[in-house]
């Protein structure tokens, strides 16, 4: 993400193979495939998403400062994710 004040902060490997990251200062979980544009998926601006992991459900989670975890599917093959707060 070409912001550095969007505060690259947490990164791990998702199921899907990328490298999936958070972006505490702007509300985004970003996601990165080698050759490829970086994407990102908006949450609420003021959720401060920060130390992100695969869970054992094959999506991945997120802490978040207000105090709740999102939950980040990958669509492994389907060409499209899945961004919520439980």
Do not use: K, N, Y
Not at 22 to 34: A, K, N
Not at 58 to 63: Q, V
Request: aromatic letters at 4%; zero cysteines; charged letters at 15%.
């Amino acid at each position: 993400m070409a912001d550095p004040t969007a505060g690259p902060h947490a990164l791990t490997t998702g199921p899907d193979g990328a490298l999936w990251f958070t972006l505490v200062h702007s509300g985004r979980i970003g996601r990165l495939l080698p050759g490829r544009e970086p994407t990102s998926h908006r949450l609420a601006p003021d959720s401060g998403p920060t130390v992100i992991a695969p869970g054992p459900d094959g999506a991945l989670w997120t802490a978040l400062e207000v105090g709740a975890l999102a939950r980040i599917a990958p669509a492994v093959g389907r060409g499209q994710d899945e961004a919520a707060r439980p």
